[in-house]
């Protein structure tokens, strides 16, 4: 489902300047945003760092939070921003931290659970953002923690007493939904446009009643609302018609919980969003769901619809958008026009022209299995983009079952057996159904990374599986429960599915094939047995810099690799203390560039660390 603008997409042709060029400004020697840009490209024109010295990668300082849990376990999905020499980060338990970027010195500490139980757990989050007034007068931090947002003084960490109750805003308030029993949650960064604050979130996944994901703009000094989309629309909105009458009034989720991309010159926000509530039943829910699975292109202003583009219709797979819409320059038949890159859980990238939403290559919408639950009303068919190729597979057959060990593939061929399963988009069913890719996808909230000079977008993707398995509910305000929600894996604990497990991927935008593919990360207990290197899945994303490298951690052996843009090789690996379950940054202070990522583990049965480690090449 899309409604474009009716510009023509594409603008005049346009040189790419060189990365020196690009350092002649100060700001991008830094990281300034969540994204690396406002856009997301998460690209560095920084290129001290490059193929010849990055084997001489050495840690150059940490920086350790003091606050990682072993139950409640906690992790560190934080990138950090690097703004005016001084970074700023969330730590295990999201307090809001600024260092010095050259040497991770601390200089303060917000903790915004203070006063708190400190067995709660508070959950994840993944960076702050970087607002200053248009005549440089107030600089702020802005940090997010449940339904707070909060407002700090950069240089100082204390509250903006003007800003909102006492430097927080309550998400919970003005969302235009009644909130009794449900609760907005925001993991993610907000967006600062001019004197605006964009701020996503929503509630959960059902099937109880959840939260709306209304996207909304608050006033970057006193915190009043200014403006609000309508994610469920209601009544003469847009979209309204893909629902049933006044579900608005009952749905929930529809959220964007993984961040939010802005066009600064165009005055653009764009969203990705998630699936309506409940995620895996929607006998409520009949029609397509605007804007649920969308890409949104916002008036940054205004929050007026520009135009959307539909990845999955009336999903009941949790198939949500995870990562940012990255916005990128890129390059087709000698014409350089702007983009909008969205990865899906599903493993694909559609690629849409930026002014209007219009696909770059076409996609096909092709028919689905109908589902079998009774009052379920699938619709009929889903988009497939022709290009790229999926990054992940895509569905999950008797071919695909594990063949690490004999005892892996008898374990899994029983539940595979027992279960219902086969291409993608395969119904979820009272008898159990296997979602391939998973509900971490294929790629996750790390996104993708662009390189503009080489017209190529770097990702990383998993191989993991869920098994999902809906109940009748009688007694209770919804139709079905979910008793079943689980990773499927074999008895040791790997990925059910044949390996490999992870990927890195190029892929080349002039011809929307892949570059390049390698096999991502290892288990080394399994090498030590013989099984050929089998890739792992990852939480993190990959970063490209203008030194023709990308960086990535985010897999289970802990390592955090430098891979050639050109080739894929890994040039440079490193183990860390904990899992790197992050996307890094990098960034140049005191004449050097700085390559950050937290190593906060935490994930699976892994151990949880506290760890922020720079990296450097001496000289």
Known sequence: MKSAAAAQAGAAAWALPGPRRWLADGPHREWRHYGGDAGASRFSPLDRIDRSNVAGLKPAWTHRTGDAMQRPQTTIECTPIVVDGVMYVTTARAKAQALKAATGELLWTFDPAAGER??????????????????GSEKRIFSTFRNRLHSLDAATGKPDAGFGTGGAVDLNQDIDHDMTGVSVKCTSPVVAYKDLLIVGGGGGEGPYP?????????????????????????????????????AYKYVGGTNNWAGMSLDVERGLVFAGTGSPAFDFYGGDRIGANLFGNCVLALNAATGE?????QTVHHDVWDYDLPAQPALIRMTRNGRAFDAVAQCTKQGFLFFLHRETGEP???VEERPIPMSSVGGEHLWPTQPFPTKPPPVSRQGFHERDITDISPEAHAAVAAVWDATDSGDLFTPPSTRGTLVHPGFRGGPLWGGCCCNPHKNRVFVSSDETTNRIQLAAAPGEKFDYALPDRSEFQDREGYPAIKPPWGYVTAIDLESGEFAWRVVNGEFPELTARGVPKTGSPSHGGTIATAGGLVFMAGTFDKKFRAFDQDTGEVLWATELNAGGFATPCTYEADGRQFVVIAAGGGKGN???????????VEG
Do not use: M
């Open 118 to 135: 400190a067995s709660r757990s508070a959950g994840v989050n993944r960076g702050v953002c970087y607002w200053q007034s248009e005549d």
């Open 210 to 246: 959840q939260a709306p994901g209304h996207i909304r703009a608050y006033d970057a000094l006193s915190g009043k609302r200014r403006w609000i989309f309508h994610t469920t629309p209601r009544p003469g909105q847009f979209g309204y018609e893909t629902w049933p009458p006044n």
């Open 305 to 309: 619809r520009i135009w959307h583009y």
């Open 360 to 362: 770059v290559w076409p």
């Open 606 to 616: 892994t151990q949880s660390g506290d760890e922020f480690v720079a990296f450097s």
